[in-house]
């Protein structure tokens, strides 16, 4: 089945906890992305990564880093969580970074609670 | 600016038709997408406009959008408690096409 796979759907840490929330897809995606989604604010973009290799800053990147070392993966990683980090996290991947009708597809969401 | 917005809540009653507005602020040709975001899961693709279109109709789904006004509305037909999730309207750049901003999610609550 065609999916995007985020683990875990939930975590609870504390602050300056170093965590990785991983992302898998198997569709050969080119294009993945990390978004964040808080109450009233819709999602905003994390990172995005075009391809192997290649990493770019979304809208609200301060706090965290990724990798894209295979194409299929694109792990999300906290070197030092705080608690405005608390919040719904999304990895989505499309076909292409490039092509306009290139849908997202999401995970089912990573929750995660910095106290 | 790049806003999309959407209201944040809409209260139908079941079988009726429910109508989601969202606005977008960029003129520049776009994919404007609608995704539906159930409880617990991520987002799904319901449906998406060419901003060349005016009109697009999917079963109980018509996507109607104005470029005039930057308006795009997700019209639901005989809606039903299934229907019941966050819908987030979305928008795509021609000469960005790797940013996608997405308006906050209107909730959508189906009363009996």
């Known amino acids: 089945e065609a999916q995007v796979t985020q683990n875990p759907r939930y975590l609870i840490t504390v602050t300056g906890k170093k965590l990785t929330v991983t992302c898998s897809q198997n569709?050969?995606?080119?294009?993945m992305s990390w978004y964040r989604q808080d109450p009233g604010l819709g999602l905003r973009q994390i990172y995005y990564?075009?391809?192997?290799?290649?990493?770019d800053k979304g809208d609200v990147p301060e706090g965290y880093k990724v990798s894209r070392k295979e194409k299929r993966n694109f792990p999300l990683i906290l070197e030092s969580p705080s608690p405005n980090q608390t919040s719904l996290y999304f990895c989505a991947s499309s076909l292409s970074g490039t092509e306009r009708n290139s849908p997202l597809h999401f995970g089912n969401g990573t929750r995660l609670t910095v106290t | 600016g790049e806003d999309v917005e959407q209201s944040l809540f809409l209260s139908v009653r079941e079988g009726d038709s429910s109508v989601i507005n969202c606005t977008y602020t960029?003129?520049?040709?776009?994919?404007l997408y609608w995704y539906k975001q159930e409880p617990g899961a991520g987002l799904q693709l319901l449906t998406y406009i060419f901003s060349n279109m005016d009109m697009k109709q999917d079963q109980r789904l018509t996507v109607l959008l104005n470029k005039k006004d930057k308006h795009l509305s997700l019209r639901i037909a005989d809606t039903q408690t299934g229907d019941s999730a966050i819908y987030f309207c979305?928008?795509?750049?021609?000469?960005?096409?790797?940013?996608?901003?997405f308006g906050s999610g209107t909730r959508l609550s189906i009363r009996p």
């Open positions: 960029d003129s520049s040709s776009t994919y």
């Open positions: 569709m050969n995606h080119e294009y």
């Open positions: 979305a928008e795509r750049k021609v000469n960005s096409a790797s940013k996608i901003i």
């Open positions: 990564s075009m391809n192997v290799e290649v990493t």
